[in-house]
């Protein structure tokens, strides 16, 4: 399988994008940039669900086309879709769709992702959306290509389209023992396909490449070095980039002495207005020139980590607050007054930094009037928009590639390195790299949200909820609702303005409401004396849930385990983005260090049919993992327009030495369809723990972090440590 | 600048290079050898981990100057002829990544404790290796390739 990266600069070599502008050309004339073979392109597609999300533009679909498939004389199938790859392993998963319906060898299959010159136009990769709606897509057109080469062959042949059969990039006629490749049936054809209609596809239950653990897609490139990441493109004649940073957020310049950088050899700074940058011919130099700019900045005093809750509540966005709540049924107010047990209870989750361990990069080429940026990003499009509005030019002047990145989760949705190094590269009148620190991209990229949640509920005595009220300011309204059977539930989200630059997150709200809500689901279970499991089946009807909690408690043996004080057991569940996963912890606490250590975490997942299990196993580890950092120790530290711990030695993330034991439990249901799996796999490990401390030792901890590494100001501070 | 001379995966490397920059940066922006990682600049990561004379060191605090005694090995200097070194296959076989931008320091790292400690204990897998970060969350796939390539190389594969 040949790298998209390859693959790209192959055809940028050939011209082909300077030459025919994709989007402006009829459908037709495709073929000309192929030469031939066969092209299947999506149309028309409504008949698809639309992507979810806040809103962008008119964009909400794809407006003509989504996907395309080329199948060229020599057998090679080229897929592209905007979508991109950050190590969720969606390359090799897709391919594998493809290679299941077209029923080819997956090795036959290169794919083309966010490339805003080569692929059609996608929203971006987030939402655990490429699984439920790009895989249908492509397999909807990988059918209709399967389907037009089995009828090619039977014109051939000159025998009814029933009759011929399709195998292994062949078709086949059974009755002559004739067979012709793939190759062979598109050579010298210029065949055109278009797609609006569900075919019907191969269940599940019947998949043979799909369905299996394929490794990842060039997994060989990664253990040698070879695979090139954004911030391992160069151009020729490349120079490198940087920008100066405000000693705070909405700071004002005072005062800029340059002269000192300006004596540097090869070095020239680009001053445009609040803009002020500086390239030279190696990063070093670039480097050592910021250091001499000799800058002022008045920032403005501003909200701190002690005053962030309190703000919450006293700053709502009135226009979205306006909408009401996302959910109501009966009478909380009556339900409450008549329920003889009844809680109410707050919840905090701070703001967290992704920190992807590549950070934010991009290489900028300008040739004339026509701007190509390699960058990593999530929304290749987005990017080219913001390019486009950047330096008012039409998007079609833009090029954005996405070569497969060092992650994201959520955390790179936005082009600022792209943005700064065409700046950069305008003024310089050459190909200019730009490569965000460690620090940078703690400070300047966004923050998952903080929350502040308030939850209020009555049970009868029997362990039946009655009653339940939940608002979350700020963090979201993702997994808000409850999946357990209530009669009464007022249920709100409530935007408020954020001191920090907020955005997506790996399950972005989920991870707050569910450490909320499966907190206080524990409390009223102690509160009504029943086992935490037992309470939770009680209220629950959703069969995918209850099969899930059922497969997590066995594997973990819960029931048979009894906490003591310095060993706790916790159980936490949920559903979101279609996904249904349940998690348990069993944790250690030092009796006297109070130092807590999960050690074992068994989590059932389950997500419709599985595309690739091994793949699937990775994401749901990784998850588990990463929902430790957020659990126990992360947190961002602000006052005063600045963070103060953006480096990996003040803001821990999980290492190994805070790895579990971790047993990954996935229920394949072949019979529902496939949802995304990179998110939810997060959300149920922080109130396991929290349910698995309070177990062990009668305290609740009802703030994330739940052990940080200083303690977070305007906080209780937390008993434990990590 | 100073003109240095860098043995790196076998070959003597003239280049030309401030006092003071690090191997880091003299291995991807001027040698264009970008297997080694920038994950941090601060020795908090271990994305930019290389062997000097076989021991793992952060290139990103470690000044050029410095290595150029040393033979340098960076990710690139592993394979042999087409052949992956038993840790890289190790880590290949084990699926051990996800974005795979922490792997070409956690198999440098792995292969410098592997030097020293052919069969390690865990614990001795743990202590060595949690200078690096993989923020994709593989650790338990990335423990169970180095305990894999412990065995390969037992069974004879080579370093
Ligand atoms: S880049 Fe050297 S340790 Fe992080
Ligand atoms: S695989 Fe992504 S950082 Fe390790």
């Given at each position: 399988m040949r790298t998209h990266n390859e693959l790209a600069v192959g055809l940028a070599q050939h011209n082909i994008h300077d030459t025919l502008g994709w989007f402006q050309l009829d459908r037709r004339d495709f073929l000309k940039i192929f030469s031939g073979g066969l092209l299947v392109c999506l149309t028309g597609a409504s008949a698809w669900p639309q992507e979810s999300g806040r809103s962008f533009d008119d964009h909400?679909?794809?407006?003509?086309?989504?996907a395309w498939l080329h199948i060229a004389a020599d057998g090679c199938v080229t897929v592209y879709t905007g979508k991109v790859e950050v190590g969720q392993n969606i390359r090799t998963s897709l391919a594998q769709l493809v290679a299941e319906e077209l029923m080819v060898p997956f090795d036959a299959i290169t794919m083309v992702m966010g490339d805003t010159d080569l692929t059609p136009w996608d929203m971006g990769t987030f939402g655990s959306r490429s699984t439920p709606t790009m895989g249908p897509q492509l397999r909807t057109i990988a059918t209709a290509a399967r389907q037009t080469l089995i009828e090619t062959a039977a014109r051939r042949w000159n025998v009814p389209p029933a009759t011929p059969r399709a195998a292994d990039g062949k078709v086949i006629n059974p009755r002559k023992s004739q067979s012709l490749s793939y190759g062979d049936l598109t050579r010298g054809e210029k065949l055109v396909k278009t797609v609006s209609n569900e075919v019907r596809l191969t269940p599940a239950k019947d998949w043979k490449i799909a369905g299996t653990s394929i490794p990842k897609a060039d997994g060989r490139d990664f253990v040698t070095g070879k695979h090139q990441y954004p911030s391992d493109i160069t151009r020729p004649g490349m120079m490198f980039g940087k920008v100066l940073r405000p000693q705070g957020f909405n700071a004002t310049l005072v005062s800029l002495d340059i002269s000192e950088a300006e004596k540097m050899p090869g070095v020239k700074v680009v001053r445009e207005s609040d803009f002020i940058g500086v390239v030279a011919a190696d990063a070093w130099t670039a480097e050592r020139a910021l250091v001499a700019f000799q800058a002022k900045w008045n920032v403005p005093a501003q909200l701190s980590n002690k005053e962030l809750f309190d703000s919450f509540k006293q700053n709502p966005e009135t226009d979205r607050d306006e909408s009401g709540p996302e959910h109501v049924t009966g009478s909380v107010t009556q339900a409450m007054a008549a329920a003889p047990v009844k809680l109410e209870q707050q919840y905090t989750v701070q703001y967290i930094a992704h920190a992807p361990l590549e950070p934010r990069a991009a290489v900028a080429e300008w040739v004339g009037d026509k701007l190509t940026v390699w960058t990593g990003t999530q929304r290749p499009f987005g990017v080219r928009d913001e390019l486009a509005e950047a330096f008012r030019v039409p998007t079609t002047k833009v090029r954005v590639i996405q070569p497969d990145m060092g992650s994201g989760y959520g955390g790179k949705h936005t082009g600022e390195a792209a943005v700064e190094a065409a700046r950069l590269a305008k003024a310089a009148g050459k190909p200019v790299k730009v490569v965000w620190t460690r620090e940078e991209e703690f400070t300047w990229a966004y923050f998952r949200p903080a929350g502040w949640i308030e939850i209020k509920s009555g049970a009868q005595r029997d362990g039946t909820v009655i009653a339940w009220e939940h608002h979350n300011y700020n963090s979201g309204p993702a997994a808000i609702t409850t999946p357990y059977n209530v009669a009464n539930q007022i249920i709100q989200f409530h935007p408020t303005k954020s001191p920090l630059r907020q955005g997506s997150y790996r399950g972005l709200a989920a991870t707050a409401n569910h450490f909320a809500r499966e907190s206080h689901m524990d409390e009223l279970a102690h509160a009504v004396e029943m086992d935490p499991l037992e309470f939770r089946l009680k209220n629950l009807s959703d069969p995918r849930l209850c099969a899930v909690f059922q497969a997590a408690a066995e594997k973990f043996g819960w029931g048979r385990l009894r906490s003591t004080p310095e060993r706790g057991f916790g159980i936490a569940g949920g559903t979101d983005k279609g996904g249904y996963v349940v998690t348990c912890i069993e944790l250690e606490i030092d009796a006297t260090s109070k130092k807590v250590r999960i050690r074992r975490v068994v989590e059932a997942w389950e997500s419709g049919a599985i595309v690739n299990p091994d793949g699937l196993r990775n994401q749901i580890t990784g998850a588990i993992v990463q929902a430790i950092g957020g659990a126990l120790f992360e947190a961002i530290q602000f006052a005063d327009g600045r963070?103060?711990?953006?480096?990996f030695a003040q803001y821990r993330v999980p290492r190994f030495s805070d790895t579990p034991q971790i047993d990954v439990v996935l229920i394949d249901r072949k019979d529902l369809p496939s949802a995304g799996a990179g998110e939810t796999g997060i959300v149920g490990l922080a109130p396991a723990v929290g349910n698995a401390i309070f177990a062990a030792t009668g305290t609740r901890v009802r703030n994330m972090p739940m052990a940080p590494l200083n303690a977070v100001p305007g906080e209780q501070a937390s008993p434990f440590q990590s | 600048m100073g003109d240095l001379v860098l043995n790196i995966n076998g070959a003597n490397l003239h280049v030309n290079a401030p006092t003071g920059e690090s191997l880091l940066s003299v291995l991807r922006?001027?040698?264009?050898?970008?297997g080694t990682k920038y994950g941090c600049g601060e020795g908090q990561c271990g994305a930019c981990t290389v062997l000097l004379d076989g021991r793992a060191v952060r290139s990103c605090l470690t000044p050029a100057s410095v290595a150029a005694d040393a033979k340098i090995t960076t990710i690139?200097?592993?394979?042999?002829k087409g052949t992956l070194s038993p840790v890289q296959q190790a880590f290949l076989d084990e699926g051990?990544?996800?974005?795979?931008?922490c792997t070409s320091g956690m198999v440098i790292s792995a292969t410098s404790l592997l030097r020293t400690?052919?069969?390690?204990?865990e614990e001795e897998i743990v202590r060595h290796m949690n200078g690096n970060i993989c923020r994709c969350g593989t650790y338990p796939r990335i423990l169970d390739a180095v305990k894999r390539a412990s065995q390969m190389i037992a069974k004879g594969g080579s370093r």
């Open positions: 909400e679909l794809p407006k003509d086309i989504s963070i103060l711990n953006p480096h | 922006n001027r040698l264009n050898l970008t690139e200097g592993l394979e042999q051990a990544f996800q974005c795979g931008y400690t052919p069969n390690p204990a």
